[in-house]
Nanobody, 118 residues
Framework: QVQLVESGGGLVQAGGSLKLSCAAS????????MGWFRQAPGKQRELVAI???????NYADSVKGRFTISRDNAKNAVFLQMNSLKPEDTAVYYC????????????WGQGTQVTVSS
């Protein structure tokens, strides 16, 4: 079982920055990929960024050049640095992990609210 705890959300003005953090804890898990997803009101959850255990990254087109995902493998932690925030980035942000040998993200955090005012 894996428990994920996110932190770092909040209210920021457009053009500002926030950094989200997520720490995984538990036992008997072996994390491959870690990722951030978001869900805005009335919309489906969408991928924001993914990082593999080796450091390879993928980003949604809407955040490329503005957001940076990173991880600390020793601490089983993943981070999302968000710069040049826009009102359309407003959403609940979730971290998730995918274990080796699995195709889906099986563990999810509780979510943290990010609100960008115009």
């Amino acid at each position: 079982q894996v428990q994920l705890v996110e932190s770092g959300g909040g209210l920021v003005q457009a053009g500002g920055s926030l950094k989200l953090s997520c720490a995984a804890s538990g036992s008997d898990f072996d994390i491959n990929a870690m990722g951030w997803f978001r869900q805005a009101p009335g919309k489906q959850r969408e991928l924001v960024a993914i990082i593999s255990s080796g450091g390879s990254t993928n980003y949604a087109d809407s955040v490329k050049g503005r957001f940076t995902i990173s991880r600390d493998n020793a601490k089983n932690a993943v981070f999302l640095q968000m710069n040049s925030l826009k009102p359309e980035d407003t959403a609940v942000y979730y971290c998730a992990v995918r274990e080796w040998g699995l195709r889906t993200f099986g563990y999810w955090g509780q979510g943290t609210q990010v609100t960008v005012s115009s």
